[in-house]
């Protein structure tokens, strides 16, 4: 029996998913996207809108399509010891490590600071991460309500707020978009296909396919097909609403060259828009912006690492481990934006072009019979391409490899040499033999 739900709870948990994923980078980098890209800002946004809405919206419907009931039990198709490592890595980065961090950072840099000034220094952030931290906290010990909390109370608030912003911008414009800075007149697409990785939004749309999935179960909802259908069209929800607030983004950073110049970052930008719409109240309508943009996403991570790691150490409550990973947040938060930031660019750079490959090949499981010579092989080839390009700005670096990479491999200095040399490795795992343990073991 296929069991529906009204729409209405379909919204609501597509609302729920537009917040969770909408964070404090969502705001900040299709802003500085557009100041970069100027006059080649639509086809920038293309590039951001295929990381940033069509990564996220594919891996929030890949574990209800492969049937699966969490990301360990996704990647274990690969290997159990791949499937730990790179999902307790994954939890790391958009948890306690990088992503959780940011929210904190990015809440006061842009929603705080701006009013307090810069004399309170660090004593100012010290005291509102313990804040923000404790608020997240209090909401995450009961993830139950988060579905109602965020879904019906938070997220209308947050799109109103970003919605009178966008709105002024488009009925008076700041100015036409400006040439485009150095990289981005020709490769502007490129651009903003990597800038999209700095949202985190794919890794976490892992974790977050499964809020979705036990949101729908509390509804009733058992059926897979009927699991998948109310996913999809919660999903394809949250990626419209993101699709469009990027798009208002980017243009707004593109028009606010000719007003302001050339910015540093993205929040600068925002700052700088909101003022001359609305004085002083735009910064506080930013403010208010930023604060619950951050908080629904750090509220979800929250719950979402603090379950894995309770399945991890069942010995710690899930609440034990709720109040350790808000503590740890709290205390990377004070490091800074700028040092978060340039810290978890080698990670995403690793990470993301696996989970790119790991969720096309879910979608294809079926078709290739689940072979785990797929998965290896091309996983396998995707890292190490991956990893010299990671290691290329580091002490660490590979420098022949690295430049013989950059001479004779296609789209490795855009950053996309993964993608020739995964879709080799499929096709090579393909024709590798099957081990006859596979053989006569069913398929997830």
Same mark, same amino acid.
């Given at each position: 029996?296929?069991?529906?739900?009204?729409?209405?709870?379909?919204?609501?948990?597509?609302?729920?998913?537009?917040?969770?994923?909408?964070?404090?980078?969502?705001?900040?980098?299709?802003?500085?996207?557009?100041?970069?890209?100027?006059?080649?800002? /639509?086809?920038?946004?293309?590039?951001?809108?295929? *990381?940033?809405?069509?990564?996220?919206?594919?891996?929030?419907?890949?574990?209800?399509?492969?049937?699966?009931?969490?990301?360990?039990?996704?990647?274990?198709?690969?290997?159990? /010891?791949?499937?730990?490592?790179?999902?307790?890595?994954?939890?790391?980065?958009?948890?306690?490590?990088?992503?959780?961090?940011?929210?904190?950072?990015?809440?006061?840099?842009?929603?705080?600071?701006?009013?307090?000034?810069?004399?309170?220094?660090?004593?100012?952030?010290?005291?509102?991460?313990?804040?923000?931290?404790?608020?997240?906290?209090?909401?995450?010990?009961?993830?139950?309500?988060?579905?109602?909390?965020?879904?019906?109370?938070?997220?209308?608030?947050?799109?109103?707020?970003?919605?009178?912003?966008?709105?002024?911008?488009?009925?008076?414009?700041?100015?036409?978009?400006?040439?485009?800075?150095?990289?981005?007149?020709? @490769?502007?697409?490129?651009?903003?296909?990597?800038?999209?990785?700095?949202?985190?939004?794919?890794?976490?749309?892992?974790?977050?396919?499964?809020?979705?999935?036990?949101?729908? @179960?509390?509804?009733?909802?058992?059926?897979?097909?009927?699991?998948?259908?109310?996913?999809? @069209?919660?999903?394809?929800?949250?990626?419209?609403?993101?699709?469009?607030?990027?798009?208002?983004?980017?243009?707004?950073?593109?028009?606010? =060259?000719?007003?302001?110049?050339?910015?540093?970052?993205?929040?600068?930008?925002?700052?700088?828009?909101?003022?001359?719409?609305?004085?002083?109240?735009?910064?506080?309508?930013?403010?208010?912006?930023?604060?619950?943009?951050?908080?629904?996403?750090?509220?979800?991570?929250?719950?979402?690492?603090?379950?894995?790691?309770?399945?991890?150490?069942?010995?710690?409550?899930?609440?034990?481990?709720?109040?350790?990973?808000?503590?740890?947040?709290?205390?990377?938060?004070?490091?800074?934006?700028?040092?978060?930031?340039?810290?978890?660019?080698?990670?995403?750079?690793?990470?993301?072009?696996?989970?790119?490959?790991?969720?096309?090949?879910?979608?294809?499981?079926?078709?290739?019979?689940?072979?785990?010579?797929?998965?290896?092989?091309?996983?396998?080839?995707?890292?190490? =391409?991956?990893?010299?390009?990671?290691?290329?700005? *580091?002490?660490?670096?590979?420098?022949?490899?690295?430049?013989?990479?950059?001479?004779?491999?296609?789209?490795?200095?855009?950053?996309?040499? /993964?993608?020739?040399?995964?879709?080799?490795?499929?096709?090579?795992?393909?024709?590798?033999? @099957?081990?006859?343990?596979?053989?006569?073991?069913?398929?997830?």
């Amino acid at each position: 029996m296929h069991r529906k739900i009204p729409f209405s709870d379909t919204l609501t948990i597509g609302l729920m998913l537009f917040a969770l994923f909408f964070g404090a980078g969502n705001l900040v980098f299709p802003a500085m996207l557009g100041q970069n890209a100027g006059d080649h800002y /639509w086809q920038a946004n293309l590039g951001f809108l295929i *990381t940033g809405v069509g990564l996220p919206l594919l891996g929030t419907l890949s574990l209800g399509f492969s049937g699966t009931k969490n990301l360990l039990a996704l990647t274990s198709r690969v290997h159990p /010891w791949f499937a730990f490592c790179y999902t307790t890595l994954l939890y790391l980065t958009i948890g306690p490590l990088f992503a959780m961090p940011r929210t904190g950072s990015v809440s006061y840099e842009i929603g705080i600071k701006p009013f307090i000034g810069t004399e309170h220094g660090p004593l100012g952030l010290a005291v509102f991460t313990v804040l923000f931290f404790g608020v997240t906290l209090l909401f995450s010990i009961n993830p139950a309500r988060m579905v109602d909390i965020v879904g019906k109370i938070l997220t209308p608030i947050l799109i109103a707020c970003i919605a009178l912003l966008a709105i002024a911008t488009v009925a008076t414009p700041l100015g036409e978009p400006q040439e485009p800075t150095a990289g981005y007149a020709s @490769q502007a697409f490129f651009n903003g296909f990597q800038e999209g990785y700095l949202t985190m939004d794919a890794l976490a749309a892992f974790v977050f396919g499964i809020i979705v999935i036990n949101a729908i @179960q509390a509804k009733g909802v058992t059926a897979r097909k009927s699991i998948l259908f109310i996913c999809f @069209q919660a999903a394809l929800t949250a990626a419209a609403m993101l699709a469009v607030i990027y798009t208002s983004l980017t243009y707004i950073g593109a028009s606010s =060259v000719a007003a302001f110049g050339l910015l540093s970052n993205g929040g600068e930008v925002l700052n700088l828009v909101a003022s001359h719409y609305f004085g002083a109240f735009g910064g506080f309508v930013l403010g208010i912006i930023v604060l619950l943009a951050c908080l629904t996403t750090s509220i979800g991570l929250t719950a979402s690492c603090s379950s894995y790691f309770h399945k991890l150490i069942p010995g710690m409550s899930y609440q034990s481990i709720c109040i350790v990973l808000s503590v740890v947040s709290a205390l990377l938060a004070n490091i800074g934006l700028k040092q978060l930031i340039h810290f978890s660019v080698p990670v995403l750079t690793l990470l993301y072009p696996l989970a790119i490959v790991l969720i096309l090949l879910t979608f294809l499981h079926d078709w290739f019979k689940g072979k785990r010579t797929v998965y290896g092989v091309s996983l396998l080839l995707t890292f190490l =391409v991956s990893l010299v390009d990671v290691l290329a700005d *580091t002490p660490l670096r590979i420098e022949q490899l690295h430049d013989l990479f950059n001479r004779n491999m296609p789209l490795y200095n855009i950053g996309l040499g /993964w993608l020739i040399p995964a879709c080799a490795g499929a096709l090579i795992g393909l024709l590798l033999p @099957q081990r006859q343990k596979e053989r006569s073991s069913p398929h997830p």
